[in-house]
DNA sequence: CAAGCCCGTCTTGCATGCAAGCTTGCAACT
DNA sequence: AGTTGCAAGCTTGCATGCAAGACGGGCTTG
């Protein structure tokens, strides 16, 4: 009998925590914590294979278990989250052949972001361009391999953006998403940081030229060659699971 | 006072209504009304900036606001569907630019597709491509606008499955979904059918000659075409709205 | 007569309750 | 001892209730 009188809706809107540095720009729950496992799964803290449990996330974020059951159905539409049946979602894990798909896909998808970039690229762009490649040297120089993941993101992501297509920027970033946890790995290869620089270089190079055309072939390969990596480092993961990468649930 | 006591659940689980034939093989509603939803969007029942509202969904589906709610985020999440502040959802609108923008990326996405298929294609599917490709000619003689429609998603359908990338195959098929309305008026302009046969004939050569490249080269440009007969459809509607295409509520 | 304000209504967003299904651990049986 | 049945719990999936914005209409006022 009790709710039907008072219902007693907890208190009047208690914001999750609001300790956290990205809250107060989201307006809807759902989206803030769609946005928020994104940012985890794109930072590495959670691994593909996760099991991702609407109770502890609801509780992690102090709301109830519908935003979250929401921001886990956009995971899962966007392919970052895999259902399993009736057992809850898990964050989505790539077979080797789905890896290297993916990764063809992305290599294509940038070819194209760099192309256009060429095209479309506005001044202030391109010394944030120039900026990011500066970063990369350095982080290189200082063979900091998690600066240099992180400078190699907004190379991409300045490339991305002078494209200036909203949609393919959309892609993109789905697909970033989705393999950030496996090119994470392949950055720290020995000597994927040393010979990326020099295609930055280029790519660079084409784009503040204007040559499309280069700039995509250069992208495409740039990308390839990460690809090439991957048979690298499958020499590592061999020994541990065979079709599944980062099984650690199972 | 009743529900506290009954609660009353409607009824053990009611199908939707189970006469549709697209029923049968789903296990959740969202996941469910969420195919609906977007074999709606595809075969151009709803139109872009059609409003999506829960209510309404939910008793067309004869299902509660829930499920419907859960079938709405994976649209947004997949941009098939836009929310709009506090105001609900509504289907995609793609501007002039983003439509370009949209195209190109399909227009790359669909290379690759082809140039993947001519290398990995499967036995029975050069038949089901040769009858696919077939299909459009025959609605081609016919003169029969819907036939050529769905017989050329079909041809598309089976060069991106021969690719045999599952990543690819989920990229383009949201792609299309954006892009459906408005391939679909493309599609019937005047001279597009007519130029579309021998592309597709050229491409049908190629990828059964197994010749990646060629294949590449032959969809890209087939979709640039299609871009280009943007430019002659824009003429039709640039009386109304000029931004927006298909603006039907504002 | 026009413009602005206020209130009613409608719709979304979130919380919670309930039912069904998977999992697991124990126990009984072969 | 191994296997199979079963039952309890835990977790998801759906329904419903309630509160807070957003829109619209009508009224008032300059």
Redesign the pocket.
């Known amino acids: 009998m009790?709710?039907?009188t008072s219902?007693a809706?907890?208190v009047?809107?208690?914001r999750p925590d609001s300790t956290s540095p990205a809250a107060a720009e989201e307006m809807?729950?759902?989206g803030d914590i769609a946005k928020r496992l994104e940012e985890e799964i794109l930072r590495g803290r959670v691994r593909p294979g996760h099991r991702?449990?609407?109770?502890e996330l609801?509780e992690r974020y102090g709301?109830?278990?519908?935003?979250v059951?929401?921001a886990l159905q956009r995971l899962s539409a966007s392919g970052l989250a895999v259902?399993r049946?009736?057992?809850?979602l898990q964050v989505a894990q790539l077979s080797v052949a789905d890896l290297i798909d993916a990764l063809s896909v992305v290599a294509q998808l940038e070819a194209l972001a760099a192309s256009q970039a060429a095209r479309r690229i506005l001044p202030e762009q391109r010394s944030l361009l120039r900026e990011a490649h500066e970063a990369c040297e350095l982080a290189l120089e200082k063979g900091d391999a998690d600066a240099f993941y992180d400078a190699n993101l907004a190379f991409h992501d300045v490339v991305v953006a002078a494209s200036h297509n909203r949609v393919l920027q959309d892609e993109i970033r789905r697909l970033s998403l989705k393999t950030a946890p496996y090119r994470r790995a392949i950055t720290f290869q020995p000597g994927r940081m040393t010979g990326s620089v020099p295609e930055h270089a280029e790519i660079l190079q084409a784009i503040l030229d204007n040559d499309g055309k280069r700039a995509s072939e250069l992208m495409s390969r740039h990308i390839t060659l990460l690809t090439e990596g991957i048979a690298d480092f499958l020499q590592f993961v061999r020994a541990s699971g065979d079709r599944v990468l980062f099984a650690e649930t199972a």
Chains 1, 2 share one sequence.
């Open positions: 009790a709710q039907v219902a809706p907890k009047a809107r208690r809807s729950l759902s991702l449990d609407e109770r609801s709301v109830s278990r519908t935003p059951r929401e259902a049946g009736r057992q809850g």
